[in-house]
Nanobody
């Protein structure tokens, strides 16, 4: 059974940094794409970043390009999201996703089969 466990969220001041982790287990992810999304109350889940496990190609939303970095550690089966220059509008619950359903689906929440439980990130002004 696939499990995704996020950690690393918390409260940080604007301009600060956080690193989120997503520990993945239950199957091989070598041919998969893993993504990070975020969600605030009343809004749809928003794509943030994704990484192809094999080769490490990365994708970012315009809202975080240049501030956030997605990476993976093959040995630990873990994906990271390094978040720098945080802004109050980055406040959200952040989710890890895996199990890409179709080519091009990496940018949408409907494109993934598996989700973590989420971790809260709060950026104070």
């Amino acid at each position: 059974q696939v499990q995704l466990v996020e950690s690393g969220g918390g409260l940080v001041q604007a301009g600060g940094s956080l690193r989120l982790s997503c520990a993945a287990s239950g199957r091989s992810f070598s041919s998969d794409t893993l993504g990070w999304f975020r969600q605030t109350p009343g809004k749809e889940r928003e794509f943030i970043a994704a990484i192809q496990w094999s080769g490490g190609t990365t994708y970012y939303s315009r809202s975080v390009q240049g501030r956030f970095t997605i990476s993976r550690d093959n040995a630990k089966n873990t994906v990271y999201l390094q978040m720098n220059s945080l802004k109050p509008q980055d406040t959200a619950v952040y989710y890890c996703a895996a199990g890409l359903r179709y080519y091009g689906g990496r940018y949408t929440s409907a494109g993934y089969d598996y989700w973590g439980q989420g971790t809260q990130v709060t950026v104070s002004s």
